[in-house]
């Protein structure tokens, strides 16, 4: 579903990635683990299409179709979300309106109607139940005031409501009591299928208590240094990052 | 002829034609006086620091329509507050038109001032209320006074909510080449009345026109007024808007400021207390490109203790426009406990665009609360892509983040009809179609 191929990428003319390779298919959970300044989030912020960033070299396919020139709502359209580690407040715009806005120019870009009014209340209640999110919270502006666990619990919401293709998690257990965490984590596993992926970014191996992933990948330095299954997320948390170091440069 | 001679040389023509009662004609020769000493403003002047009216000045403008101008109502309706029942008084280059207004008498009066100024049964309000709180010093208020005739009348009487809003609007044809127009409006609420007003100004064609504008306001105890001034006309379209509002105890009067249109844009907004547990509010919205400019300067006079006073400008420029923000806070050695707050936030979407914002608080009371803050940004680079994230195209992200950064102003607006239409005006003004439905 998604190839990512020899990617290589840079911010002010510092090499951030370079050279990273990975193939997630439709039905998998992958988890890219790594020390901080590894350049996880530079990945996840790419892959989204940020543009603070610049792809030297390599490629982003999805479902067959090379997403490098394509705008970050444009990739949103192809099924392409983020769950943000820092999402941002939005005074003046309700947590409604805007998942509102965001599904209907969806469905514009797709040439699809905008969504019937009860069909979205409808939708906008089930999922906000999944996420067990008071309804007084849609109401509030955006991520405004929200505290941690209120912020990504929000992120996983818009996620089911935009039912992606592949979602990323950038951080999201970061700020989370071990409730919200449960709440989200089991919010991930309910939206995922046979037809979707999940890319779970973290520092910690305690999401992946929750989530579990088929494959993990280390990333360090730019580079995926090491794949393996669910147990090698179990042996870094126990060793740290330090052996897979010392095991590349020897 | 430069137009400060010409309007000096036509006063008395003009003093002819109108036929009014001997005590306003020395109010008219006092503020002509006045005028004639002073001329128009220039940018040596501290208040007219950032705003230059000698380009428009240039042009050849009548200032007296030579005929009667009729419109289809057709080719205007949209500038109405259309779905809701309202009385009109519209005015077609400065000249009353019956046919597209809806005025009344009964028992409050909504009218015109040529009436007010002239007939019998109103002398006592005129000679009450006329000329009382508007500058006897600043030159083109003296101006306007001057030439002062024609314009809205409304006087709400005591304990009168009236029923639904009341819609003030200056239509020019642009049948003249230039034309300036100078229409006076008085408005008188009495104690424990409400009412709202929407005013505005709009040229059907692209021949300059200039309106110096004088608004008076009198609001007795507890009154409530609701005052929208939506400027949004074409770019060859100049407006000084001076309003003057008198506040007595306990009553609670806000002024939201519309600026999208128009060449230059001046509004003197200025607030006098006398009573007690006042409150004041203005705001203000201007969103402007091209070469446009827009300059707020207001004035809160706190003379009394215990009164309040709320501002709250917010400014969006693009292209080559400029905005000014001046706002003047007095709180006079009586006015202890007063709690005055004003804020002005500004976005460049240009580096062409320019902001020259000033506070100025001037406090002789020493147990008060007052507050003051001004920003000038950019628009949030991680907001535009959190929102194109989660799907929004861009111009409808920066579309959406700029109608967010002016909720705080829209959020206040009271009548429903009104804050649809302005929502409409700034996503027409920002090149979306979208419902801003926030």
Not at chain 1, 8 to 14: L, Y
Not at chain 1, 60 to 89: C, M, N, T, W
């Amino acid at each position: 579903m998604l190839t990512i191929k020899n990617l290589h990428a840079s911010v002010e003319g510092k090499e951030i990635l370079r050279g990273i390779n990975l193939e997630i298919k439709a039905g998998e959970v992958h988890a890219i683990m790594g020390p901080n300044g590894a350049g996880k989030s530079t990945l996840s912020s790419i892959i989204a299409g940020n543009e603070t960033y610049e792809v030297t070299e390599g490629e982003i396919v999805l479902d067959g179709e090379d997403l490098s020139e394509l705008a970050p709502d444009e990739r949103a359209h192809k099924g392409v979300f983020l769950s943000f580690q820092y999402p941002v407040e939005i005074p003046g715009v309700s947590v409604t309106n805007f998942i509102k806005t965001a599904i209907n120019e969806k469905r514009k870009a797709n040439g699809q109607e905008e969504m019937p009014a009860n069909e979205m209340l409808k939708l906008i209640r089930e999922k906000s139940e999944l996420l067990e999110m008071d309804r007084k919270f849609l109401s509030r502006s955006l991520n405004e005031g929200f505290s941690g666990g209120e912020k990504k619990r929000n992120e996983i919401f818009q996620m089911a409501m935009l039912d992606p293709k592949i979602a990323i998690l950038d951080e999201t257990d970061s700020g989370l009591d071990i409730d919200a965490l449960r709440i989200v984590a089991n919010g991930v596993n309910k939206l995922k299928n046979e037809n979707n992926a999940v890319l779970v970014i973290t520092h910690y191996q305690r999401l992946l208590d929750y989530i579990i992933p088929d494959f993990v990948h280390v990333l360090i330095d730019g580079k995926i240094v090491k794949t393996g299954g669910a147990d090698l997320a179990l042996e870094l948390e126990e060793k740290g990052y330090d052996w897979i170091k010392q095991e590349q440069e020897a | 002829m430069e137009l400060r001679e010409k309007l000096l040389a036509s006063f008395m023509a003009f003093e002819e034609k109108v036929d009014v009662a001997d005590a306003l004609h020395n109010v008219r020769t006092e503020a002509l006086k006045n005028f004639e000493e002073k001329g128009f403003p220039t940018k040596k002047e501290e208040a007219w620091k950032y705003t230059s009216l000698n380009a428009l000045l240039k042009n050849d403008f009548s200032i007296f329509p030579k005929k009667e101008n009729n419109i289809d109502i057709k080719d205007v309706k949209k500038y109405f507050l259309n779905d809701l029942d309202t009385y009109k008084v519209i005015f077609v280059d400065g000249i009353f038109n019956t046919f597209l207004s809806s005025t009344t008498h009964d028992g409050l009066d909504v009218c015109l001032m040529s009436s007010a100024l002239t007939k019998p049964k109103y002398k006592m309000v005129i000679d009450t209320y006329f000329n009382q709180v508007a500058s006897r010093e600043e030159s083109l208020t003296t101006l306007n006074t001057a030439f002062a005739f024609e314009g809205a009348y409304i006087n709400i009487p005591k304990s009168r909510v009236v029923d639904k809003p009341i819609e003030i609007i200056y239509f020019s044809t642009g049948n003249e080449a230039a034309l300036m127009v100078q229409p006076r409006n008085l408005v008188i609420v009495g104690e424990n009345a409400h009412v709202q007003i929407v005013e505005r100004h709009q040229s059907l064609n692209d021949n300059p026109v200039l309106t110096n504008s004088v608004t008076e306001i009198f609001a007795q105890k507890r009154a409530i007024v609701d005052y929208y001034k939506i400027q949004n006309d074409v770019q060859t379209a100049n407006l000084i808007d001076n309003t003057y509002i008198s506040q007595k105890q306990e009553s609670r009067v806000a002024v939201h400021t519309f600026s999208f249109g128009g060449n230059l844009t001046r509004n003197n907004l200025n607030f006098f207390h006398h009573g007690e547990r006042i409150d004041s509010t203005l705001k203000g919205i201007t969103i402007i490109g091209d070469k446009q400019h827009v300059d707020h300067y207001t004035l809160v006079n706190h003379e009394q203790p215990n009164c309040e006073s709320h501002q709250n400008y917010k400014t969006i420029l693009d292209g080559q426009s400029t905005g000014v923000f001046n706002g003047k806070i007095f709180v006079e050695k009586e006015a202890q406990k007063t709690d005055a707050f004003q804020q002005n936030n500004n976005i460049l979407l240009s580096d062409k665009a320019t902001v020259n914002a000033k506070p100025q608080l001037e406090i002789f009371a020493d147990d008060v609360k007052c507050s003051h803050g001004c920003t000038i940004g950019q628009l949030d680079e991680n907001a535009m892509f959190y929102m194109q994230q989660r799907g929004i195209p861009k111009k409808e992200a920066k579309a959406l983040l700029m109608y967010a950064f002016t909720s705080e102003v829209t959020s206040s607006i009271k009548i429903p009809e009104l804050k649809a239409k302005i929502a409409k005006i700034i996503a027409t003004k920002l090149g979306v179609n979208m419902g801003f439905d926030l």
